[in-house]
């Protein structure tokens, strides 16, 4: 079963600052990988989703990257905003798979 | 558009009872999906259907049954609701699997 990680649980970082989100997964036999926003109290958002023939995604000030070798994407934000906090959450989906294993999020916190 | 909704929103229930969550998306997406998420544990997949009169078990399905009598609306219901079973139930829908997910708010379900 895969098994997705997302450490650490919780950042926080003053704005401006650029800053990279972690993302790990045990079985590097992945279909494609999604990365989504959740606001407090809210349903998940999807920012961006890599296939596996994918090495990277952009969108705005959003950048993940996939290396399916060493089972880890990175989701960097630039120029981090107070609008930026939230808990952002992976997931992968493996090619033998049906569906998203998540990971656990990391929370994300961009002080004024 | 309003994407994906669900309802409730909130509900307690008592040990023993049972209830039926609605999801309906105007998408007209084939793919429906129900998670729960619980603290520290990530989403899990409860159920999902690829289509009208289809449905399917997930990672986690004990306890749950699903249908899928209209393309539009994805039902999950629990029969004899379980403290266990206390936690916040999303819907998502995609245009196939492992496509870009698209969820909705959320259900906080309280067992007491």
């Known amino acids: 079963k895969q098994e997705v990680t997302q450490i650490p649980a919780a950042l926080s970082v003053p704005e401006g600052e650029n800053l990279v989100l972690n993302c790990s997964f045990t079985d590097s036999a992945i279909y494609n990988l999604q990365w989504f926003r959740q606001d407090p109290g809210k349903g998940l958002t999807s920012l961006l989703l890599i296939q596996s023939s994918q090495r990277e995604q952009t969108s705005g000030r959003l950048n993940a990257s996939l290396d399916k070798s060493s089972g880890r994407s990175t989701l960097y934000i630039a120029a981090s905003q107070p609008g930026d906090s939230a808990t952002y959450l992976c997931a992968a989906v493996p090619n033998t798979g049906n569906q998203f294993y998540f990971g656990t999020g990391t929370s994300l916190t961009v002080i004024p | 558009n309003a994407g994906v909704t669900q309802t409730p929103k909130f509900r307690v229930l008592k040990t023993g009872q049972s209830m039926t969550l609605l999801c309906a998306q105007d998408m007209n997406h084939e793919y429906m999906y129900w998670y729960r998420q619980d603290p520290g544990m990530g989403l899990r997949l409860i159920h999902y259907?690829?289509?009208?009169?289809?449905?399917a078990k997930g990672e986690v399905p004990d306890g749950y049954n699903v249908s899928r009598l209209k393309k539009q609306n994805f039902l999950l219901g629990l029969e004899s609701a379980a403290p266990s079973q206390t936690s916040v139930y999303f819907c998502?829908?995609?245009?196939?699997?492992?496509?870009?997910?698209?969820f909705g708010p959320g259900t906080r379900l309280t067992v007491t």
């Open positions: 259907s690829v289509g009208e009169g289809t449905t």
């Open positions: 998502a829908s995609s245009t196939g699997l492992a496509r870009e997910q698209y």
